[in-house]
C-alpha cells in the first residue's frame, strides 16, 4: 500500500468519525441510545484503525531514513498500537 492510499484510507476514516460524532449528537437531543451505543462501538473501531494507519506511516517513513524499502512496513495488531506508552 503506497503512502497516498494510506493517507487517503486516514481521510475518510476521519470523515465517517465527523460524521458519526455529529450524528451521536443528535441522538442525544432525542433519547435514541441505541443509536449513540452503536456510533460508539464504531467509532472506538474507527479510532484503532486510525491508529493503525497513522503507525504504517511512521513505520514507513522511518524504513525510508534508514535506507530500507518502505513496503517491508506491516499494519500491526490493536494491542502494538493501542498500548503504546510514548
Known amino acids: 500500500m503506497e503512502d ?3 493517507r487517503d484510507r486516514i481521510e475518510a476514516l476521519e470523515a465517517e468519525e465527523k460524521q458519526l460524532r455529529a450524528q451521536e449528537g443528535a441522538a442525544a437531543e432525542t433519547g435514541h441510545d441505541d443509536l449513540i451505543a ?3 462501538e464504531r467509532l472506538a473501531h474507527i479510532k484503532v484503525q486510525l491508529d493503525q494507519l ?3 506511516l511512521r513505520q514507513r517513513q522511518a524504513k525510508r531514513n534508514a535506507g530500507e524499502d518502505p513496503e517491508s512496513a506491516q ?3 490493536q494491542g502494538t498500537v493501542e498500548d503504546y506508552l510514548g
Open 4 to 6: 497516498q492510499q494510506i
Open 75 to 77: 499494519l500491526r495488531d
Open 38 to 40: 452503536a456510533d460508539a
Open 54 to 56: 497513522w503507525d504504517l
